[in-house]
């Protein structure tokens, strides 16, 4: 038996001179002529740029004890899990890694994935599926909303932390259950989003909220606990909460908290679970540690905001509510080239443009860490408003 799925093949038109890979060239060559080709940056070892590029919040992925952690867990488990958590890819750093994450964040259970992405992707597609109701938003994180076409409920996209237009579209609903995403933090530009008012929303209609804290977990909330945490919303009943070990714990990796039958739920039914080897020894080694340095350090999300207040004062900017700095430059080559002016300077910064941005408004992303002094936040300052002239973006 054969099975296909989209237009059957027999009658394609072959003339074009663009079948099989062919069409790549004019993709790439459209994608350029948009300022929209994309390199991997390299870093050598040794190069000494400040980097600012990174999601390493608080700088702990240089940690000696987290570089100890992923090393004494390589050094005990091997260099990856072996198979599938299911089959033998659960070591005992693991499930004792999720009860140190649950207990920390505040949830009776969590789960770890291999990535932030994978975790998003099986929360949302365990949770909703066919003649289902998934209401995200235009802020929500690449992630999320892979997990919501995959899962093939019905979605519907409202503005960015409108809970009144969420309200709305769970009021108006024929679906029985309905899931509410939403980054906690916006990963584009740090702004929070309005958690405790989609909670309420959810709440009243009988829906799940979904909150995605990978840029606020380290960042926001007492001794980094993240927004949920602030709001005092931990443990809460039908919150779900996803965040990554790849941002401020400075590893890899991602995790899903709720109650035990969420945990058990997902174990069963998430496919990036099922069918995805279990997350590297090393990284598990990694996030424990970072978890026991910022357990000892409560005071280091403070720090990193201190640090992104000083930093967007100097650049002359809005001070953010997290510690991700957006300029916006507008048109994508001038956003690569203020980047590149920036790397020449010896400062990394990441450079965000469409599809990852709305057209029109690329920019240089910069993200504060906790462990730079205000020399050397003055000093990037200045390279970024140098780079800015240099491109004409000033
Ligand atoms: C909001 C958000 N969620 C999820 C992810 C995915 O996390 P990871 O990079 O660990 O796969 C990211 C990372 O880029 C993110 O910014």
Redesign the pocket.
Known sequence: MTITSGQPVAGQDVTSGEVGLAWLARAARDRAEAGLHREPHVRRAGADAVNLGS?DYLGLSTHPDVIAGAQAAAAQWGGGSTASRLVVGTTAAHVDLENELADFLGFPAALTFS???LA?VGAVTALAGRGDLIVSDTGS?A?LIDGCRLSRARVVVVDRGDHEAVRAALAARTEERALVVT?SVY?IDGEPAPVADLYAAARAHGAVLLV?E??AVGVRGPGGRGLVAEQGLSGAPDLVVTT?L?KSFGA???VVLGPEILRSHLIDCARPFIFDTGLNPAAVGAARAALRVLRAYPALPDRLRDNARHLARACGVDEPAAAVISIIVGDPQRAVDAAAACRDRGVLVGCFRPPSVPPGTSRLRITVRADLDAATLDHVAEVVDAALREVGAR
């Open positions: 999601n990535s932030g992405y998003n994180h992630s980054d990963s995605d990978a840029h990554v790849s890899q990796g991602g």
